[in-house]
């Protein structure tokens, strides 16, 4: 039986082009094909790095499953390819899970390129507590499930990442101040950029210094911090008596 290809998923940069993996670069230049989420987009940084592999069509949400079949044929022929996102690490609120999927059912190696992603950057520069964790992704965007969601983080005792987009922050920083407005939050802008940015505070406090602005760009990650345990009735007794 001949030996099919291998599936790198590499990460690339969140921001800052320097932010790539020697390791990345090398893969990036030995297989035989990229994948790219925008081929127009991760051009820039091809060039930089001055990797000529082919770079195919675009493979991003919407195309996914029609084109996860030509490239599995290809991985079956026994190609090598990368599959890169715009930014970060693919599969992470990313395209490319059908192919991996597919991969995997076919018997093919899946090899991951560990490397930049923003949500750890985010987490572990908020002051937020990053042992236990959970990512969530973008928060619902009708009004009615975006409460009902924040509603059950209530007794989330661990810290929550979200990707949300300027154009809804302001809406979801209204709702985190009504439903969850204790709870401390760190939102990250434009991680790694010329323009980085962290806010650290409660809702209404980073919501004020929001709606005072003109306009609100940028990647966004936002962390909410995780519920206070509760104190026994045996927990309080004893401070009681040590007092």
Known sequence: MAATGTLYLVATPIGNLEDITIRALKVLRQVDLIVAE???????????????????????QGVERQRTAPLLAQLQAGKEIALISDAGTPLISDPGYPLVHSAVAAGIPVRP??????????L???????????????????????EEYLRSLAAERRSVILYESPHRIL??????????PERPLALCRELTKVHEELLRGCAAEILAELE????????LVLIIGAAPRRRTIGQLACEEKSS
């Open 113 to 122: 390129i560990p490397g930049p992603t923003a949500l750890i950057a985010g």
């Open 171 to 180: 809406k979801t920083l209204r709702a985190i101040a009504e439903i969850l």
């Open 124 to 146: 572990i520069a908020s002051g937020l507590p990053s042992n236990a964790f959970i990512f969530d992704g973008v928060p619902p965007k009708k009004e009615k499930r975006r």
């Open 212 to 219: 005072a602005r003109l306009a609100i760009k940028g990647e």
């Open 38 to 60: 925008d081929s127009r987009h991760s051009a820039r940084l091809l060039r930089r790095y001055r990797i000529s592999t082919p770079c195919t069509r675009s493979y991003y």
